[in-house]
């Protein structure tokens, strides 16, 4: 009798330590899920800061360019050098989009793009002819920018 009771106690115990093992298991699985979607949050709010960051550079930029049209009642000539003169504290180019950068592409009489490069890929902010459209994408004229912040 006391040989069927030591067994039965072994196997209590046993299934006792692989209950355990399991919740443990399953703890550490849901743990680690939750690490990584935090990840993840921070990952995007972190491109996000970058998009705000250029959707500011980009309103700024929007400045020069509706000021140089005021003052020429025309784009004609708009480039980095008469940008920089309305806006000093603006990086300007006319190649690649880059962070921190505002490159101008498209340059017509009435209308032109600005385009910069964020965390959460490219911004742009297209003038034609007094009205303003934003969108997210590489472009190259004020028609091709779509899609809006």
Not at 61 to 87: D, I, K
Request: charged letters at 10%.
């Amino acid at each position: 009798m006391r040989g069927q009771r030591g067994s039965a106690t072994v196997w209590i115990v046993g299934l006792l330590v692989l209950v355990g093992v399991i919740v443990l298991a399953v703890v550490y699985v849901t743990g680690s899920r939750q690490e990584t979607e935090r990840g993840q949050q921070a990952v995007e709010q972190i491109s996000q800061a970058g998009s705000v960051e250029g959707q500011a550079l980009l309103s700024s930029a929007l400045t020069a360019v509706q000021a140089y049209f005021v003052e020429n009642a025309s784009l004609t000539g708009f480039g980095p050098q008469a940008a920089s003169s309305f806006e000093p504290s603006i990086r300007w180019g006319t190649g690649a989009a880059v962070s921190g950068q505002v490159s101008i592409r498209g340059v017509m009489p009435t209308s032109a793009v600005l385009v910069t490069m964020t965390g959460a890929g490219p911004l742009c902010a297209g003038f034609n002819g007094g009205a303003v459209v934003y969108g997210r994408v590489d472009a190259q004229s004020a028609a091709q920018c779509t899609g809006g912040w």
